[in-house]
């Protein structure tokens, strides 16, 4: 079975400043897939951003990029120019063989103004 | 538009009663799961169904029950075994090959009992 953990509960980060929050995951796998989620106080799951394990290159999606290290299992977030709109719950997820998708326990970003 | 419908977004549940969550896609995705969300706390998978007419436990599945006899529906009933129902689920679905695009979620339903 897959455990994916993030050791960060609680980050904040000034507007238009830098975030990154960890995520590090174990799998006996060797293809997978990664993801993001955001959960805005809608309570909405909003997918942010993916990650194929077989690809070497680093997913990007404007202001949100990942830096993922299969060898050490860990697949990191950063939010580059942080906005008011990106305070939110976020969770890594893994995604497995089965199509089965475990989640982290989650890391709450406040972004002050 | 496609999506995951939910209903109701707001639930209330006395002591003793069963209570049925209701959750309908439209995206022609043959995979579908309930999760169970506590305060400031990650998803825990209830059920799944891979397929119509079978389904899975997940890791919390004592105290809920779910059908799939239609592709396009996956209620969940919590029922009275369930000593501690209060929380939000989450429905979501997804093509069931792993594909790129991961899960689909809806918005939910939170549940109280009073």
């Known amino acids: 079975a897959q455990t994916v953990t993030q050791s960060q509960p609680e980050m904040s980060v000034q507007e238009a400043e830098t975030v990154t929050l960890s995520c590090t995951y174990d799998?006996?796998?060797?293809?997978?897939?990664l993801f993001w989620y955001k959960q805005p106080p809608s309570r909405q799951m909003i997918l942010v951003i993916r990650?194929?394990?077989?690809?070497?290159q680093n997913a990007t999606e404007n202001r949100f990029s990942v830096n993922f290290q299969k060898a050490a299992k860990s697949f990191s977030l950063k939010i580059s120019d942080s906005q008011l709109g990106d305070t939110a719950m976020y969770f890594c997820?893994?995604?497995?063989?089965?199509?089965?998708?475990?989640f982290g326990g989650g890391t709450r970003l406040m972004v002050k103004p | 538009d496609g999506g995951i419908t939910q209903s109701p977004k707001y639930l209330f549940r006395k002591e003793g009663q069963n209570v049925t969550l209701s959750c309908e896609q439209n995206?022609?995705?043959?995979?579908m799961y309930w999760y169970r969300q506590d305060p400031g706390q990650g998803l825990r998978l209830i059920y799944y169904s891979q397929i119509v007419n079978d389904f899975q436990k997940g890791d919390i599945a004592e105290g809920y029950s779910v059908s799939r006899e239609k592709k396009e529906s996956f209620p969940l009933t919590v029922t009275s075994a369930q000593k501690n129902p209060t929380a939000f689920y989450l429905c979501?679905?997804?093509?069931?090959?792993?594909?790129?695009?991961?899960?689909?979620f809806g918005s939910g339903t939170r549940l109280t009992v009073v």
């Open positions: 990650q194929e394990a077989y690809k070497q």
């Open positions: 799998t006996s796998e060797n293809n997978y897939y």
């Open positions: 979501a679905s997804s093509i069931g090959d792993r594909g790129p695009s991961g899960y689909t």
């Open positions: 997820a893994f995604l497995n063989a089965g199509n089965m998708l475990t």
């Open positions: 995206l022609n995705h043959d995979a």
